[in-house]
């Protein structure tokens, strides 16, 4: 079996965890070698960091032949810095990450990170994130936070308040909408419910005990969450 890394040279995490799967496959006998490029090519399984079009030519090449990829992302909740996700032919929620019944023991050592359900009752928090962002860019990300506003002050007595990505540099906020600065967890506080699109901030107001609504299935929340503004 052949396994192909590829990492951009110019990103240290991905050198850094491209390298160490690489050693972890070599040591149970696995050929594994580290490509600098995106470039498919000949192998079982090609391993990449997060999705993107350049990509696309390794998804395809991989899909012709039958064959699989997966993905490295970073992890979903805690310091998201220390962990990599793996996931089989997707991204996020749309990976497989062979993880149906798994024993407890994997959840034991993070459940302190889960709180009470809490919900709270003095606004409404829609989320922010990345126009660029593969897990959003498939759709118009402003016109979406527009017609969130909107369904949300429809069927909620309640204020929308905003928050922007904190890595996007120059956030375009909703027209007429409150925008909340400060640390996340300050701004999950007071949340009734927090609305995302596709966000990770969605695992953390789960874990928060807050009800969410995420609306694409590329989101890790999706499985627990609410699926649009009116449930």
């Known amino acids: 079996m052949r396994v192909a890394i590829h990492v951009n040279p110019a990103m240290d995490h991905h050198i850094k965890w491209g390298i160490t799967f690489a050693e972890g496959l070599r040591r149970h006998g696995i050929n594994a070698s580290i490509e600098s490029t995106y470039t498919p090519v000949g192998c079982d399984l090609a391993v990449f960091w997060g999705h993107s079009p350049v990509k696309s030519r390794i998804i395809n090449a991989q899909k012709e032949k039958g064959r699989h990829y997966l993905v490295m992302e970073r992890g979903y909740f805690a310091d998201r810095f220390k962990w990599a996700s793996l996931g089989y032919n997707g991204l996020n929620g749309q990976a497989d990450f062979c993880n149906v019944n798994s024993p407890p023991d994997r959840w034991e050592p993070h459940k302190y990170l889960m709180k009470s359900w809490n919900p709270g009752k003095d606004y409404v928090l829609l989320v922010g994130q990345i126009p660029a962002d593969s897990s959003c ?25 905003y928050r922007h990505h904190p890595k996007h540099r120059n956030p375009s906020v909703p027209c007429g ?40 299935p590329i989101s890790m929340a999706w499985p627990l969450a609410g699926h649009s503004v009116k449930e």
């Open 137 to 161: 860019s498939h759709i118009n990300i402003q016109q979406w936070y527009v017609e969130s506003v909107m369904k949300a002050r429809a069927i909620q007595d309640l204020p929308v308040v």
């Open 177 to 216: 909408i409150e925008v909340m600065d400060g640390s996340l967890e300050d701004c999950l506080k007071g949340a009734a419910c927090v609305i995302t699109f596709s966000s990770t901030v969605g695992v953390d107001a789960l874990l928060a005990g807050k009800p969410v609504v995420a609306v694409d």
